[in-house]
């Protein structure tokens, strides 16, 4: 027998009633939002302890079977930018949209749907007022607008945190089309960017878990610039190879079956029977 | 905002430890056990409001998605069988293995193993000692032999309940091989076997949730004797459609593959985008 942690869930309030009583296609429409899936809430601790708070954009098709958001490539990428500021379990995110985004422009199209936001906001109170959170790290545009909208709020413009966007820890995939050379050129992009802002979150994230890796990025992201994500933010009894690179894919012959469609994929290096 | 149910989960003691705790590949063969998808543990009430403790065999695709037992065909049949005793929350359920049973025989090889029943064990202590529990209903032979070995154990012989060993609900499949007239008569025959045991189970359920269905089976299983999966069993946010009928599928040109895969198709029904 081996020990595991897992993620308790939603157990205090305000995060069962959260939980319970979320938007659904009514307020993110089906044409725009992938409903059908069900809400991802969150991902990380509930318990008061998180020193940093990160806002993602949706969840995708891993984060709807783990039911935890930021855990396929972009989780990964976020984890290790966590690790450089000696992040390993103090932090909690939330995602800008409840649900997958579908389509180009769904996302740009319900940046400020007041019912989102309304929601969206309860959470952001329940993770920021009165906490002992240091900073704020929005990953893209849009989890900027939805972050800059809540500190805008009565409950947001008393709250004193420190706060970075940084480019989306997929962006270079999105922009470069399959093409390596844009690829590599976004990618380092990206890594500037990180870079920049991990110089001026050091200073605010005064209560690290570990000591800070002092060495920036490089030039194209490393095996390193990946962490798995921890055991303990996953519900119980998820296997190991559910927390690291990519296993679930969304595939159809059509659009509507590839929406409709989600193929879990154990890992060659997981498939540990004999005829494997 | 309509309001949800979930299932709080593995929050309080024993079930915490036992979450953290568990048998893996040195308990549970992988050339037996599906043991690459992790382990899934129970269904129902964690909080001592039980009346009725369902004892499975093993969880299939449908509940390695969902982290919880009993969830697809079987769990669906099990959960119109509760019906039929009034029971509708106060139950719940584990399973005589943790894991997927992999290829033929391979529940019968290991339907002895102490290690196996010792953690089993510590899950049936939790649930029926010094409970309220007035009846156990074991799914199948494994898991009749798998409660029995339980009920000779110290703990187990300070327990009085009602115990009734019904058909498995999915052995008619099973039987069939494919076979429309074998299969008929393998639901008739289950479907007696089950009106037996209710008959026999009414007196010692002496507190149902709500008034019971007198009416028997018939000779074939209709769409009301499949019940849908409570909400409040699955985790926070699963779509609504995850709870009936079947939605998951293991998929693969070859047995590695295929052991490898699962395949999630969202139901036509559930289909609400536009285009479907």
Do not use: H, K, M
């Given at each position: 027998m081996a020990s595991h942690q897992f993620d308790p869930g939603y157990v205090e309030e305000p995060?069962?009633?959260?939980?319970e009583d979320y938007p659904a296609a009514e307020t993110y429409p089906a044409d725009d939002f992938r409903v059908e899936w069900g809400p991802v809430f969150h991902r990380g601790r509930l318990d008061g302890s998180a020193r940093v708070v990160v806002v993602?954009?949706?969840p995708a098709q891993h984060e709807v079977i783990t039911r935890r958001i930021l855990v396929g490539a972009a989780g990964q990428r976020t984890q290790g930018f966590l690790a450089r500021l000696g992040i390993q379990a103090s932090y909690v995110m939330v995602n800008t949209f409840l649900y997958s985004v579908y389509g180009q422009g769904g996302g740009e199209r319900h940046a400020d749907d007041a019912q989102i936001a309304a929601y969206r906001?309860?959470?952001?109170?329940a993770l920021l007022v009165g906490a002992e959170v240091e900073a704020v790290v929005?990953?893209?545009r849009l989890a900027a607008r939805a972050f800059q909208a809540w500190q805008a709020t009565p409950a947001g413009q008393g709250v004193e945190v420190a706060f970075e966007h940084i480019t989306y820890p997929t962006a270079p995939e999105s922009a470069a089309g399959g093409d390596p050379d844009r690829y590599a050129e976004a990618v380092a992009a990206m890594l500037r960017n990180w870079n920049d802002a991990l110089a001026r979150l050091r200073p605010a994230v005064r209560h690290p878990d570990v000591d800070r890796d002092p060495v920036p990025y490089g030039e194209a992201l490393t095996d390193a610039d990946y962490a798995p994500i921890p055991?303990?933010?996953l519900p119980a009894g998820l296997p190991e190879w559910m927390r690291s690179r990519a296993w679930a894919d969304r595939r159809g012959r059509t659009p509507d079956l590839k929406r409709a469609t989600?193929?879990?994929?154990?890992?060659r290096a997981a498939r540990r029977w004999t005829d494997a």
């Open positions: 995060f069962r009633s959260l939980c993602g954009q949706d906001n309860r959470w952001l109170d929005a990953l893209g055991e303990r933010d989600i193929v879990v994929t154990v890992p």
